[in-house]
């Protein structure tokens, strides 16, 4: 019998911790003693608690800004989601290539790479559990409700989520590098310790071939170029990568024009550096975003002006692809064997990323 609720998202259960504290504590603020103290808690998560009066200082409610001294009996009821765990799912994988070392797949749009707080099941990591044998759940982490929400795929509970994953000796699938839910294309899955440091080390020193292909609104007018702009969380949302004036990683695109059309181009991309989302934010940044990218820009009709024939071209496409128009199109890299073999590998285009190419095509005539 299925639940009755969205299994991504089970009922919280509420759990209790209780803290004695020792002789020799320092007279630290209550919400920080929490906040180091209860795993996966986040500050502000820590002081709703203490304000809503679920945590109590010897019987009592408490000030957030309550110094904790020898001896206070702490007690904190907390709601929380509960704990992630790996579940081997028999997902259909479209596998280009596999051997003892290695799997390279063709990873449709709509799936997530790692299991996270939103995402515990369908993710490719439940597919290859299932693949590599695993049948029984393995259990990963206690469960942060500040990540409860974000499906990035690079936000801090994945990082934790591969880590443990790595760490596992019942676990096998070493994925290499991700791409977001809504990207489709090309990944390599590393099956032992020793193929994924040497296929990692390749992806950051940028030995490994990635080429990308994105529709992006109107006209780009060089024929090639290259977007630089340090990359990091973004001021504005947490959830979302932004170009900084300050701070963040260094983040180069290169692009080539392929095709334009009356309201949009089709780019080949390649990637200098590998930074979250960087594709979709340098396009947007230099003022071309994807079509159908609702984070950044793309998933309304741009540069329509008053133009009607812009504009229902424009509504087309995204009826077409209502994801970001982005596809991983080739990858290759040396086989981790150390004999020095190149492997490279080209995927067709989806079909609804060839529908928008024919729908844009068919408007330029």
């Known amino acids: 019998m299925e639940p009755d609720f969205d299994r991504n998202y089970p ?8 803290f004695t504290i020792p002789s020799k504590q320092a007279p630290v603020r209550l919400d920080v003693f929490l906040t180091e103290s209860l795993p996966n808690a986040s500050r502000s998560k820590v002081q709703d608690a203490i304000e809503a009066g679920t945590v109590l200082v010897n019987g009592a409610p408490a000030k957030v800004s309550r110094k904790i001294q020898p001896a206070d009996v702490i007690e904190c009821r907390l709601m929380k989601p509960p704990p992630l ?5 028999n997902i259909p994988l479209d596998i280009c290539y596999e051997d003892d070392a ?9 799936m997530v790479v790692h299991p ?34 974000d499906d990035s795929e690079e936000a801090t509970e994945n990082t ?6 790595l760490a596992s000796d019942a676990v096998r699938p070493g994925i290499v590098h991700r791409l977001d839910k809504d990207t489709s294309g090309i990944l390599v899955i590393a099956k032992d310790a020793v193929s994924h440091a040497r296929l990692a080390k390749q992806f950051a020193e940028r030995t490994a071939k990635r080429q990308y292909y994105a529709l992006v609104w109107g006209i780009v007018k060089e024929d090639v170029g290259v977007i630089e702009g340090n990359l990091g969380r973004s001021p504005r949302d947490r959830k979302k990568m932004a170009v900084l004036p300050k701070g963040g990683k260094i983040a180069i695109t290169e692009y080539t024009v392929l095709e334009r059309f009356s309201s949009c181009t089709l780019l080949a991309l390649k990637l200098r ?12 940044h230099i003022k071309h975003p994807l079509v159908g990218d609702e984070d950044y820009g793309g998933s309304g009709v741009v540069y329509a002006g008053n133009s009607g024939q812009w504009k229902g071209l424009g509504e087309r496409l995204l009826k077409l692809i209502p994801r970001q128009a982005l596809h991983a199109k ?4 040396t086989h981790p064997s150390g004999e020095g073999r190149w492997l490279e590998f080209d995927s067709a285009l989806p079909e609804d990323f060839a529908a928008a190419l024919e729908a844009a095509r068919k408007e330029a005539m």
């Not at 259960?13 to 209780?18: A, K, L, N, S, V």
């Not at 080739?330 to 890299?333: A, P, S, V």
């Open 102 to 110: 290695l799997m390279v797949i063709n990873k449709p749009a709509g």
């Open 273 to 284: 550096t590998g930074r979250t989302h960087q594709i979709r934010v340098h396009c947007a």
């Open 116 to 149: 996270g707080f939103g995402n515990r099941y369908g993710t490719l990591v439940n597919a290859l559990l299932w693949h590599f044998g695993q049948r029984e759940a393995v259990p990963l982490l206690e469960a942060n409700e500040d990540d409860e929400d």
């Open 160 to 165: 934790r989520t591969e880590s443990a994953l």
């Open 11 to 18: 009922p919280h259960i509420e759990r209790i911790f209780t």
């Open 330 to 333: 080739t990858l290759g890299f």
């Open 85 to 89: 765990e790996l579940v081997p799912e």
